[in-house]
T-cell receptor, first 110, second 115 residues
């Protein structure tokens, strides 16, 4: 699976939007972009995924660049409960497993 | 629809004993994955199974570790002759089919402490 690059950490204020970037310049045409997050002492949690078009769900939005070499996870209004490590992962079509990188540790200040 | 169920949530074993961790996937899911997270480290893939088959065990230590997903019943991760370095959180996940467009769901983890 192609590699992703994320900032090690980011800070946000409560109730403000957060944009978490992810670079994946070696993405192939059939790779899906998945985002997961892990809150302290919990299992990873699915956030969102997409292929080419921007995606929205109740948790977040995923903005995918036109060339697909980067994407941004958008939390529209950060809450204290959104403090977690966020992982951007590429999955090849029919790929076998998720490979977690270091992710971005998001801290949210009240 | 119950999520991925793991038990026990916490397990304490003495060095040399065996640890068995169980994972019941979500209903209708036939693909199971095991991950390990050592203290202050990231999630590391261990093994990927479908019913009765090991698909990818590239992350499994060569000795003492084994996994199965029988036709009936939960998936089992078995660690024989545990050592202190096996102390970690072990997460199980399941999906309805092969990844890419499918979502993978994780359990809450089993925390193993070796004393």
């Amino acid at each position: 699976d192609a590699k992703t690059t994320q900032p090690n950490s980011m800070e946000s204020n409560e109730e403000e939007p957060v944009h978490l970037p992810c670079n994946h310049s070696t993405i192939s045409g059939t790779d899906y972009i998945h985002w997961y997050r892990q809150l302290p002492s919990q299992g990873p949690e699915y956030v969102i995924h997409g292929l080419t078009s921007n995606v929205n769900n109740r948790m977040a939005s995923l903005a995918i660049a036109e060339d697909r070499k980067s994407s941004t996870l958008i939390l529209h209004r950060a809450t204290l409960r959104d403090a977690a490590v966020y992982y951007c992962i590429l999955i090849a079509n029919q790929g076998g497993k998720l490979i977690f990188g270091q992710g971005t540790e998001l801290s949210v200040k009240p | 629809n119950a999520g991925v169920m793991q038990n026990p949530r916490h397990l304490v074993r003495r060095r040399g004993q065996e640890a068995r961790l169980r994972c019941s996937p979500m209903k209708g899911h036939s693909h199971v994955y095991w991950y390990r997270q050592l203290p202050e480290e990231g999630l590391k893939f261990m093994v990927y199974l479908q019913k009765e088959n090991i698909i990818d065990e590239s992350g499994m230590p060569k000795e003492r570790f084994s996994a199965e997903f029988p036709k009936e019943g939960p998936s089992i991760l078995r660690i024989q002759q545990v050592v202190r370095g096996d102390s970690a959180a072990y997460f199980c996940a399941s999906s309805p089919g092969a990844l890419s467009g499918n979502t993978i769901y994780f359990g809450e983890g089993s925390w193993l402490t070796v004393v």
